[in-house]
């Protein structure tokens, strides 16, 4: 399956966005979803996980209360929305699609392209 990522921009702190993945086949509804980030300087890192049925989603410690994750499988679509942004949520963000549910990028078969968010101070 082919993922495309987009939707992130430039945004002020405090701000919001909400990124989109958009998926090339139905497949997509049999996958478990990830979004993970890598800034300037630093490894990629998980964010959010959503089972293939929507339901569990997961986050990292660092964005738990502020992101959400979501997924509308007849859209064949995954969201994440990114509420009271931080200067520290600055990277290139991107979806992932695997077979199992994890925190660990090794564990994810097809990726999105990536796309840039910057949160401004």
């Known amino acids: 399956v082919q993922l495309q990522a987009y939707g992130g921009g430039l945004v002020q702190t405090g701000g919001s966005l909400r990124l989109s993945c958009a998926a090339s086949e139905r497949t997509f509804s049999n996958y478990n979803m990830g979004w993970f980030r890598q800034a300037p300087g630093k490894e990629r890192e998980f964010v959010a996980g959503i089972n293939w049925s929507g339901t569990p989603k997961y986050y990292a410690d660092s964005v738990k209360g502020r992101f959400t994750i979501s997924r509308d499988n007849a859209k064949i679509t995954m969201y994440l929305q990114m509420n009271s942004l931080k200067a520290d949520d600055t990277a290139v963000y991107y979806c992932?699609?695997?077979?199992?549910?994890?925190?660990?990028?090794?564990?994810?078969?097809?990726w999105g392209q990536g796309t840039l968010v910057t949160v401004s101070s």
């Open positions: 992932a699609a695997g077979v199992q549910m994890a925190r660990n990028s090794d564990f994810y078969e097809y």
